[in-house]
Nanobody, 126 residues
């Protein structure tokens, strides 16, 4: 059972940056599909960014493309989400998730991921 710990959230002003981290309890990130999701106030949880375990390509939601960057450090069992140019619309609880058998067409499907971190809150003021 993989345990994930997300951190790095906080309160920032519009235009500023944050880097979120997600640490795993085991070497999950180099063999599992990994994704970041977020849940804005009163909204459903939505896909932000991810990478498939086989193909390695990075995928981003259109709302964050060009501003957010997904990266990983397998030696530290940690993945990151660098968030630049933050806007109030980015305010949300951010979650990391992993899945051992996510097919590519389900990369953006919340139900495909059995393991989730507890979430870290990002608040962007205008």
């Amino acid at each position: 059972h993989v345990q994930l710990q997300a951190s790095g959230g906080g309160l920032v002003q519009a235009g500023e940056s944050l880097r979120l981290s997600c640490a795993a309890s085991e070497r999950a990130f180099n063999s599992y599909t990994v994704a970041w999701y977020r849940r804005a106030p009163g909204m459903d949880r939505t896909f932000v960014a991810g990478t498939h375990r086989t193909y390695g390509r990075l995928y981003y939601d259109d709302a964050v493309k060009g501003r957010f960057t997904f990266s990983r450090d397998n030696a530290r069992n940690t993945v990151y989400l660098q968030m630049n140019g933050l806007t109030p619309e980015d305010t949300a609880v951010y979650y990391c998730a992993v899945g051992p058998s996510v097919i590519l067409s389900n990369l953006r499907s919340e139900s495909a991921y059995p393991y989730w971190g507890q979430g870290t809150l990002v608040t962007v003021s205008s």
